[in-house]
């Protein structure tokens, strides 16, 4: 599976849009690139999927380059309540489970 | 769509007591689901895939004997964590994989363990 790199941290003020990249150089063909938002003491929570260009949902854009060797997930005019962990997942949609990496701690203050 | 509960939410036990956790998929069917264990300040970490009607495939350093994992149905699959110990104490996380798509995982609320 594809490693991925993710800052470990970032921090944003209320209403701003926040852009967080991530880098997965050894993206096989088959894998599609999955982003999750986790709070404390809970699941995982789906936020989008894509394989390749852009793809927007009522949530967040993901923008993913030509060569898909990275990705940027997009967060239009956060608010306190995106203060989270982000995980950026690269696989194929086979059998095989995702692998987490340590993901991107977004603390948004007022 | 695409809900996946777990059951108990959190956990209080003695050691050497067995844990059972249940996972189930609400709204569709899942051939595949994944156990997943969080400690704290730390990522997710697999333990194990669960293949309806088949034997669990565990990854490398979890001891199978002592997480037994039975995925009975297309909406449910079970963790059971045997003689507990302090140390097994954690977050643990299961998700399902929806047929068909993308095949998009999902994944549950969690269920906190803590072994005294």
């Known amino acids: 599976l594809a490693k991925t790199t993710q800052p470990i941290s970032m921090d944003s003020y209320e209403g701003q849009e926040v852009n967080i990249t991530c880098s997965h150089n050894n993206i096989a063909t088959n894998d599609y690139i999955t982003w999750y938002q986790q709070f404390p003491s809970q699941g995982p929570r789906f936020i989008i999927q894509g394989y390749k260009t852009k793809v927007t949902n009522e949530v967040a854009s993901l923008f993913i380059p030509a060569d898909r060797k990275s990705s940027t997930l997009s967060l239009p005019r956060v608010s306190l309540s995106d203060t989270a962990v982000y995980y950026c997942?690269?696989?194929?949609?086979?059998?095989?489970?995702?692998?987490f990496g340590s993901g991107t701690r977004l603390q948004v203050q007022p | 769509g695409a809900v996946v509960s777990q059951h108990p939410s959190r956990v209080i036990c003695k050691s050497g007591t067995s844990v059972k956790i249940e996972c189930r998929s609400l709204?569709?069917?899942?051939?595949?689901m994944f156990w997943y264990r969080q400690f704290p300040k730390q990522s997710l970490m697999l333990m194990a895939t669960?293949?309806?009607?088949?034997?669990?495939?565990?990854e490398q350093g979890v001891e199978k004997d002592k997480f037994l994992i039975n995925h009975a149905s297309l909406t449910l699959s079970t963790l059971t964590v045997t003689s507990a110990h302090p140390e097994d104490s954690s977050f643990y996380i299961c998700?399902?994989?929806?047929?068909?798509?993308?095949?998009?995982?999902?994944f549950g609320p969690g269920t906190r363990l803590l072994v005294l």
């Open positions: 669960s293949n309806e009607g088949s034997k669990a495939t565990y």
């Open positions: 709204d569709f069917q899942a051939t595949t």
């Open positions: 998700s399902a994989r929806i047929r068909g798509g993308l095949e998009t995982q999902y």
């Open positions: 997942l690269v696989g194929d949609t086979g059998r095989r489970a995702l692998t």
